[in-house]
Protein backbone atom coordinates (compact mmCIF):
# COMPACT_ATOMS: atom_id res chain seq x y z
CA UNK A 1 0.00 0.00 0.00
CA UNK A 2 1.01 3.23 -1.23
CA UNK A 3 -0.12 6.95 0.26
CA UNK A 4 -0.02 10.08 -1.86
CA UNK A 5 -0.43 13.60 -0.53
CA UNK A 6 -0.72 15.81 -3.07
CA UNK A 7 0.23 19.87 -2.38
CA UNK A 8 1.46 23.34 -3.83
CA UNK A 9 -2.44 23.91 -5.46
CA UNK A 10 -3.72 27.24 -4.84
CA UNK A 11 -5.03 30.45 -7.16
CA UNK A 12 -2.76 32.63 -9.91
CA UNK A 13 -3.42 34.48 -12.47
CA UNK A 14 -3.14 33.57 -15.96
CA UNK A 15 0.52 33.38 -17.40
CA UNK A 16 2.18 32.28 -13.66
CA UNK A 17 3.41 29.27 -12.21
CA UNK A 18 2.58 26.85 -9.91
CA UNK A 19 4.55 23.69 -8.78
CA UNK A 20 2.97 20.83 -7.54
CA UNK A 21 4.11 17.90 -4.61
CA UNK A 22 3.28 14.93 -4.64
CA UNK A 23 4.65 12.57 -1.37
CA UNK A 24 4.51 9.28 -1.32
CA UNK A 25 5.10 7.07 1.85
CA UNK A 26 4.05 3.48 2.50
CA UNK A 27 5.17 0.05 0.87
CA UNK A 28 7.20 2.68 -2.06
CA UNK A 29 8.76 0.84 -4.88
CA UNK A 30 11.64 1.94 -6.91
CA UNK A 31 10.16 0.56 -9.84
CA UNK A 32 7.14 2.94 -9.41
CA UNK A 33 5.83 4.86 -12.37
CA UNK A 34 4.14 8.79 -11.52
CA UNK A 35 1.56 10.17 -12.95
CA UNK A 36 -0.44 13.40 -12.78
CA UNK A 37 -4.44 13.73 -13.60
CA UNK A 38 -6.84 16.22 -13.43
CA UNK A 39 -10.61 16.71 -13.41
CA UNK A 40 -12.86 19.99 -14.08
CA UNK A 41 -16.11 20.36 -12.63
CA UNK A 42 -18.80 18.53 -15.04
CA UNK A 43 -15.51 17.05 -17.05
CA UNK A 44 -13.12 14.00 -17.43
CA UNK A 45 -10.70 13.06 -15.14
CA UNK A 46 -7.41 13.22 -18.01
CA UNK A 47 -4.14 12.88 -18.11
CA UNK A 48 -1.46 15.32 -17.58
CA UNK A 49 1.90 13.45 -17.37
CA UNK A 50 3.71 10.58 -16.17
CA UNK A 51 7.13 9.81 -15.25
CA UNK A 52 9.47 6.38 -15.02
CA UNK A 53 11.37 5.68 -11.53
CA UNK A 54 14.67 6.96 -13.55
CA UNK A 55 13.25 9.48 -15.39
CA UNK A 56 13.73 7.86 -18.51
CA UNK A 57 10.79 7.80 -19.63
CA UNK A 58 8.65 10.79 -19.48
CA UNK A 59 4.46 11.44 -21.39
CA UNK A 60 2.63 14.34 -21.34
CA UNK A 61 -0.76 15.26 -22.82
CA UNK A 62 -0.70 17.46 -25.65
CA UNK A 63 -2.60 20.24 -24.02
CA UNK A 64 0.10 21.34 -21.30
CA UNK A 65 3.48 19.43 -23.83
CA UNK A 66 5.71 22.72 -23.20
CA UNK A 67 4.18 24.35 -20.52
CA UNK A 68 4.47 21.29 -18.13
CA UNK A 69 7.25 19.75 -16.53
CA UNK A 70 7.21 16.80 -14.78
CA UNK A 71 10.11 15.24 -12.29
CA UNK A 72 10.94 13.08 -9.15
CA UNK A 73 13.51 13.77 -6.34
CA UNK A 74 13.73 9.58 -5.40
CA UNK A 75 15.72 10.35 -2.79
CA UNK A 76 12.94 12.01 -1.02
CA UNK A 77 10.19 10.01 -3.33
CA UNK A 78 8.64 13.12 -4.12
CA UNK A 79 7.30 14.06 -7.69
CA UNK A 80 6.70 17.25 -8.75
CA UNK A 81 4.71 19.21 -11.62
CA UNK A 82 6.36 22.62 -12.62
CA UNK A 83 3.11 24.37 -14.07
CA UNK A 84 3.94 27.70 -16.27
CA UNK A 85 2.28 29.80 -18.95
CA UNK A 86 -0.72 28.91 -17.19
CA UNK A 87 -4.04 28.95 -18.67
CA UNK A 88 -7.94 29.18 -17.31
CA UNK A 89 -8.58 26.40 -18.85
CA UNK A 90 -5.57 24.25 -16.56
CA UNK A 91 -8.68 25.13 -13.74
CA UNK A 92 -8.66 21.88 -12.27
CA UNK A 93 -8.07 19.29 -9.15
CA UNK A 94 -4.56 17.76 -9.50
CA UNK A 95 -4.47 14.45 -8.67
CA UNK A 96 -1.07 12.08 -8.15
CA UNK A 97 -0.77 8.48 -8.44
CA UNK A 98 1.38 6.04 -8.64
CA UNK A 99 2.12 2.63 -10.76
CA UNK A 100 4.38 -0.57 -9.91
CA UNK A 101 6.33 -0.48 -13.19
CA UNK A 102 6.25 0.80 -16.90
CA UNK A 103 4.52 1.74 -19.26
CA UNK A 104 1.80 3.14 -17.91
CA UNK A 105 -1.44 3.61 -19.91
CA UNK A 106 -4.90 5.11 -18.74
CA UNK A 107 -6.31 5.74 -15.32
CA UNK A 108 -7.46 2.76 -14.52
CA UNK A 109 -4.33 1.26 -14.65
CA UNK A 110 -2.77 3.27 -12.27
CA UNK A 111 -3.08 1.58 -8.39
CA UNK A 112 -2.46 4.34 -5.71
CA UNK A 113 -4.31 7.78 -5.96
CA UNK A 114 -3.92 11.05 -3.74
CA UNK A 115 -7.02 13.53 -2.44
CA UNK A 116 -6.54 15.68 -4.99
CA UNK A 117 -5.42 19.27 -4.79
CA UNK A 118 -7.07 22.48 -6.33
CA UNK A 119 -5.31 24.76 -8.66
CA UNK A 120 -7.24 27.80 -9.89
CA UNK A 121 -6.44 29.80 -12.77
CA UNK A 122 -7.62 33.53 -12.78
CA UNK A 123 -8.34 35.59 -16.68
Known amino acids: QVQLVESGGGLVQAGGSLRLSCAAS????????MGWFRQAPGKEREFVAA????????NYAHSVKGRFTISRDNAKILVYLQMNSLKPEDTAVYYC????????????????WGQGTQVTVSS
Open 26 to 33: GRTSSRNA
Open 97 to 112: AAKDGWPVGSASEYDY
Open 51 to 58: ISWSGGNR
